[in-house]
């Protein structure tokens, strides 16, 4: 039986009316909506309308403001801190990106660290807002704690992804937008759904022992750092994932380490939060504050057309320009719709009755 | 046979001493000196003295000027680009990190890009500048191309390093400096001179298969990014090296991917080199830039407090906060002197006698 397919206007006009009817703004409602799309569009399915109904169960649990008013509570001229006032990430996100951006017009770079937000879906699409602006852009957040350090049986970190987008001259952006761990968390729901192992060194049970049971984190286990052991360099996944929390969470006020707020509502708050909700960081660095755009973008152009050129070891896949399979994703779901999982259809069909909106159409 | 071992000033007097017989100023053979044996000191023995024979060929081949005076070509508020003059990385990084702390004195950031430089021993000292001023401090290079992307047989990347320096209170920094490939080269230069075999997931062979030969590199084999192979996440290591690339390389106007100069004097440069010598890349962040420094260190101690004391696997292994290894090394390397392996001696003794100073000392 081929499974239904959605379009993308479809399922973006279902979202921004679930958002209207938690009480964001018509504007919010649609900037909420096209940044949680833009997840399944590039393909990270894990991080889109899939999460719209835990998004709406933070709501009712009184743990995202839905007319939240972020703003900016400590600058300098290339720096600020955004309190995002508890509301949805996907509005805090762009607002703060914006921030950065607006500073590094008038000051070749801009900074912006926020405390007191959400989940704010996948973090490319705030470091890619840099790029019509011929500037270099820059995305972190931390999340729940389900990462263990190397050495440790305790999960401290979130996946913490770092997201960074280049812009090119003729040649499409570099867009790179990774998990801090050797699997992403969406990777291994994906093999939960399937009832498929995980491969060696992306997991470990409760005590420490490396794993490949995808349903491990259901017991006490945890994702290891990218590297996934010692002898891998997983202390350098644990850096990163670290450097990520400092930036995103230490730096702005918000929670970091096993602190952060978890995604789902039915579980309870960490004790003893240090900060204010999820934290994320964002950068924009404008190229022609170093050197002249032209003579970067014809490097990044040179760039991305050697590494592309680079011999391959199998003659059919050659080297990933990061950003390609995620352009690649977003044409083919844009041309060709969304596929839901039968449980995000019923996770939404439940909201579209819940809101009575858009009867019969999951 | 135990073997002799020097005390950190007998050899930092030497290094000044070469270091003014090919012609530095009395001010840069110093700076220069500080910054090598800095490596010996925190245990990254492959980028300390064991350099000094290359640098001074480097010299003698006409490639590194002694008597460089980087300055500053381009810059914004926030940010700056420095031509090295094709000076040691040594001197150069620490003006252009100075500039970087300069910058952020006045507003919040500063961010400077370097070309037409050479290799500057251990990233993470420049980064540990920032700390003195209450700022986190950033430092990446990049470096001849000896990594493969994945999917690629081709050397492309250097091991290309990330460095990241937080300051806390009452606990130590945290300090984070760490190749972005699986292994870093000195790491296999040690097997390689035990003759023992690498371990999984560190080098390929010629064709791309993966191998555990710790000399395969002169063979054509290449060095793994971090993560190993794609099930393990190698695409993230390579998006890692590439982002280094990009900021140290091509932003600044240095060289980038396989056009990076080679350290080995005897090797001949790229060709078509589309930049100047070899680039890095600094940050420095006022921790005032986001809220209280106050604020911000006590979250930091809190942040190292918890994380050290995370539940470990075994119990005589806690969790290691980035920065302790190389700390406490060098403690040890202060208290204890230096210990020179035997080819380092010789060309170090090589050295003592083509310029006719420390006779008989090595």
Same mark, same amino acid.
């Given at each position: 039986m081929e499974q239904k397919k959605y379009t993308y206007?479809? *399922? *973006? &006009?279902?979202?921004?009316t679930v958002?209207? !009817?938690?009480?964001?703004s018509v504007e919010d409602a649609s900037v909420a909506a096209v940044n949680l799309l833009n997840a399944d569009l590039r393909g990270i399915d894990s991080h889109g309308i899939a999460r719209l109904s835990s998004y709406i169960r933070l709501w009712e649990a009184g743990r995202i403001n839905a007319v939240a008013q972020p703003k900016i509570i400590h600058e300098t001229p290339s720096t600020a801190v955004v309190d995002g006032d508890a509301g949805l990430g996907l509005v805090v996100a762009p607002f703060a990106m914006k921030a950065a951006i607006t500073? &590094? !017009?008038?000051?070749?770079?801009?900074w912006v660290a926020?405390?007191?937000?959400?989940h704010f879906g996948i973090a490319g699409q705030y470091a890619m807002m840099a790029l019509e602006h011929d500037m270099i852009g820059i995305a972190t957040t931390n999340a729940s704690a389900i990462v263990a350090p190397t050495h440790s049986k305790e999960k401290m970190l979130g996946t913490n992804p770092i997201a960074f987008a280049v812009p &090119?001259?003729?040649e499409y952006p570099f867009i790179a937008d990774f998990a801090t761990t050797t699997a992403s968390n969406g990777k291994l729901e994906l093999l939960q759904r399937k009832n498929q192992s995980a491969p060696n060194g992306w997991v470990q049970d409760a005590d420490g022992n490396p794993v490949t049971d995808a349903h491990i984190l259901k017991r006490s286990g945890a994702l290891l750092p990218l590297?996934?052991?010692?002898?891998?360099?997983?202390? !350098?996944?644990f850096m990163l994932g670290s450097i990520v929390d400092i930036l995103s969470g230490v730096l702005g006020g918000g929670n970091y380490g096993p602190w952060v707020p978890p995604l789902p509502a039915y579980l309870p708050l960490p004790e003893g939060m240090p900060g204010n909700g999820i934290g994320h960081f964002f950068g924009a660095m404008r190229i022609d504050a170093f050197g002249t755009s032209a003579e970067f973008k014809k490097n990044m152009d040179k760039w991305i057309a050697r590494f592309r050129s680079a011999e391959p070891i199998n003659t059919n896949q050659k080297v990933i320009i990061p950003g390609d399979p995620e352009r690649e994703a977003e044409a083919f779901h844009k041309e060709n719709g969304i596929t839901l999982h039968p449980e995000v259809k019923e996770g939404l069909k439940s909201l579209a009755e819940k809101f009575s909106v858009f009867s019969d159409f999951f």
């Open positions: 206007d479809q *399922l *973006l &006009a279902f979202t921004v958002f209207e !009817k938690i009480g964001c500073k &590094a !017009k008038s000051v070749g770079t801009g926020v405390q007191n937000s959400n &090119a001259g003729v590297g996934s052991d010692i002898m891998g360099g997983s202390h !350098k996944g």
